[in-house]
């Protein structure tokens, strides 16, 4: 399955910058293959050389790295439209894995073709920069989570983030976000046990914060919960699709 970088849907999103129709075709004739995985697929191993890149297409997939003990640090939650990979091809193998958590498709982009973007097209090469640039002051606000917020603001940073980041891709609708994440994830993402976990989004439910309804979230008042979590981001600016 190829999807054509002129037919990508996610190009119709509001959410990314446009592009002209050569860059447009410099993209597509980079983009290797179109590819569908299933829930829990291993898109990166840890340990992977010379890995290659991705564009997350469709789904939601996670970046982590696990302690020899078998313990757990989820880093990022990925989204449709970013890009998977970037930290990684810049060593010689990859320090972390990334694994889906729902069913994806993702965009196959070469290694060495990437780099070319350097040498032939400067500014799709700083739209790459810029994708690398802004997944790390997202690890950095979960950095400031997992060190300074209390474990209902942990959660609730997290939930309005995610809200954020889904209501510019359009996939938020009268409030109703999906949340395919399990008490699990949310644990290894904010370094919290079960319990504390599980307390803690009672906490939150019990102050009207939001519903759940199987895998989808309704929340009723985002600006509430914003509040509580003391995260005050910038409204999200357009941002590169490559």
């Known amino acids: 399955m190829r999807v054509p970088c002129f037919e990508c849907e996610l190009r119709r999103c509001d959410a990314f910058k446009p592009i002209n129709d050569v860059e447009l075709a410099f993209i597509n004739e980079m983009k290797r293959d179109h590819v569908a995985l299933r829930a829990g697929a291993e898109i990166i191993a840890a340990g992977t050389e010379q890995a290659e890149l991705y564009t997350l297409y469709a789904g939601w997939a996670f970046r982590f790295k696990t302690l020899p003990d078998g313990r757990r640090q989820i880093l990022h939650f990925v989204l449709p439209?970013?890009?998977?990979?970037?930290?990684?091809?810049?060593?010689?193998?990859?320090?972390?894995?990334?694994?889906?958590?729902?069913?994806?498709?993702?965009?196959?982009?070469?290694?060495?073709?990437?780099?070319?973007?350097?040498?032939?097209?400067?500014?799709?090469?700083?739209?790459?920069?810029?994708?690398?640039?802004?997944?790390?002051?997202?690890?950095?606000?979960?950095?400031?989570?997992?060190?300074?917020?209390?474990?209902?603001?942990?959660?609730?940073?997290?939930i309005i983030s995610l809200y954020k980041r889904l209501n510019v891709l359009g996939l938020v609708v009268n409030g109703a976000m999906p949340f395919p994440l399990t008490q699990q994830h949310i644990a290894d993402a904010l370094g919290l046990s079960l319990v504390h976990t599980n307390k803690s989004l009672a906490k939150l439910r019990k102050l009207g914060m939001f519903a759940q309804i199987n895998s989808t979230l309704l929340l009723s008042n985002p600006k509430a919960l914003e509040s509580l979590a003391q995260y005050f981001d910038e409204e999200t600016p357009k941002r590169p699709l490559i």
Do not use: H
Request: charged residues 25%.
């Open 81 to 158: 439209g970013d890009l998977i990979g970037l930290q990684g091809a810049m060593f010689e193998a990859s320090q972390y894995g990334v694994e889906a958590l729902t069913d994806v498709e993702i965009c196959v982009l070469p290694r060495r073709k990437v780099w070319s973007l350097y040498e032939n097209m400067p500014e799709l090469a700083f739209d790459v920069t810029w994708l690398g640039s802004r997944e790390e002051s997202i690890v950095d606000e979960n950095l400031v989570s997992a060190g300074r917020r209390r474990a209902s603001e942990r959660i609730a940073a997290l």
